[in-house]
């Protein structure tokens, strides 16, 4: 059985991830819950069918590895560093790696940052897009999507609204849509 490749994560209302620093204080909603959906984005259990966790080196060094003690965490780095506990340090391709655990039946969370995301968005591997979006412009700072991206065809499987906050779940379409 194959396991899904799933990206999930935050952007502002004109597509950054982060500010330039890489900050991400901002990520809240509006405080206000009258448009909640009955079925709100419930992180834990989306992890709970999480095997494996992709990140870049910086997110890392920010100590996010740590919010996922129980799951396989999947770095990818420019430098050799040997594993740790349940950290894999990853120099090389990572799609590829990442894509081989897919076959395994894993289903794995990219978690960030651009840099990596990008490699998987290129390679047009991603089975599922979960997208929150903050009610902030930024004006400048971290994209979620970089320049020169394959066309991919989504289409929108559900919404969730919380406090102010859209999360937008896409899947590839089976078909374009003429």
Known sequence: MK?????????????YIATEK??????????????????????????DRIDIVVMGHHCFLQGFANDFPAKRIFVATNESK???KNIHFIKGNIVNIIK??????????LFGGSNVIDSFI?????????IGIIPTILGKGIPLF???NPNILLELDKYEIED????????KRKQAVL
């Open 3 to 15: 396991g899904k490749i799933i990206l999930n994560l935050a952007i502002s209302l004109d597509g």
């Open 22 to 47: 890489g900050e991400f204080g901002w990520i809240v909603g509006d405080g206000r819950n009258k448009l909640n959906t009955e079925e709100g984005h419930n992180f834990p259990k989306f992890l």
């Open 82 to 84: 040997e594993d740790e």
């Open 100 to 109: 081989g655990e897919q076959r395994k039946g894993n289903n794995i969370y």
């Open 122 to 130: 290129k390679a047009n591997v991603i089975d599922e897009y979960i």
């Open 146 to 148: 970089l320049d020169n």
């Open 164 to 171: 102010g906050i859209p999360l937008l779940h896409y899947k």
